[in-house]
T-cell receptor
Framework: GDSVTQMEGPVTLSEEAFLTINCTYT??????LFWYVQYPGEGLQLLLK?????DKGSNKGFEATYRKETTSFHLEKGSVQVSDSAVYFC??????????FGQGTRLTINP | DAGITQSPRHKVTETGTPVTLRCHQT?????MYWYRQDPGHGLRLIHY???????DKGEVSDGYSVSRSKTEDFLLTLESATSSQTSVYFC????????????????FGAGSRLTVL
């Protein structure tokens, strides 16, 4: 079945560092891809999405490009802030409204 | 905020007891979901609903049942709780189009933390 694999965490960076969180997927067909973020004590929120190959999703300085050839959707940000500390989930969906999530990557940004 | 309320937010119970978690939405969305979140597993789908009295199983449905008698409420029941069901449970609603939509955006509740002793 469909699956999503994220880089192992936790990830700790200093403020203003460059961030990459890797995400690869396995799916039949052409899924939509998502990044969700979970701040402490809260539910997940959609961060960005891409619905077809070569699409780039972006929001709050974060970006991810749908790469069909490498089945990847890596999350990047050029300069992270302490407020970006959270757990990040990569996910895919195709049909029937069912999202499949990766295991999550905990990000901590130190001032 | 998409108007999703989960209750209770925290519950401690003993093995073998029944537990019901409630998800209430205020925006009349058709699709609702129950996920559980466990370390190293991300979120896994338990059950989902595509309308009143219309529900289906997700990938980890064993030991759980659901009911949806009204559009706004989606109940998750553990008939006889076990320690393996200790988890954080999230309800979600779909705020985009129907099954063929390519951009399935979910909005999540704040979660219900269940501890089974």
């Amino acid at each position: 079945g469909d699956s999503v694999t994220q880089m192992e965490g936790p990830v700790t960076l200093s403020e203003e560092a460059f961030l990459t969180i890797n995400c690869t997927y396995t799916a039949t067909g052409y899924p939509s891809l998502f990044w969700y973020v979970q701040y402490p004590g809260e539910g997940l929120q959609l961060l960005l999405k891409a619905t077809k190959a070569d699409d780039k999703g972006s929001n709050k300085g974060f970006e991810a490009t749908y790469r069909k050839e490498t089945t990847s959707f890596h999350l990047e940000k050029g300069s992270v802030q302490v407020s970006d500390s959270a757990v990040y989930f990569c996910a895919l969906a195709q049909g029937a409204q069912k999202l499949v999530f990766g295991q999550g990557t905990r990000l901590t940004i130190n001032p | 905020d998409a108007g999703i309320t989960q209750s209770p937010r925290h519950k401690v119970t003993e093995t073998g007891t029944p537990v019901t978690l409630r998800c209430h939405q205020t925006e009349n969305h058709r699709y609702m979901y129950w996920y559980r979140q466990d370390p190293g597993h991300g979120l896994r789908l338990i059950h989902y609903s595509y309308g009143v009295k219309d529900t289906d199983k997700g990938e980890v449905s064993d030991g759980y049942s659901v009911s949806r008698s009204k559009t706004e409420d989606f109940l998750l029941t553990l008939e006889s709780a076990t320690s393996s069901q200790t988890s954080v449970y999230f309800c979600a609603i779909s705020v985009t189009g129907g099954p063929t939509s390519g951009a399935n955006v979910l909005t999540f509740g704040a979660g219900s933390r269940l501890t089974v002793l």
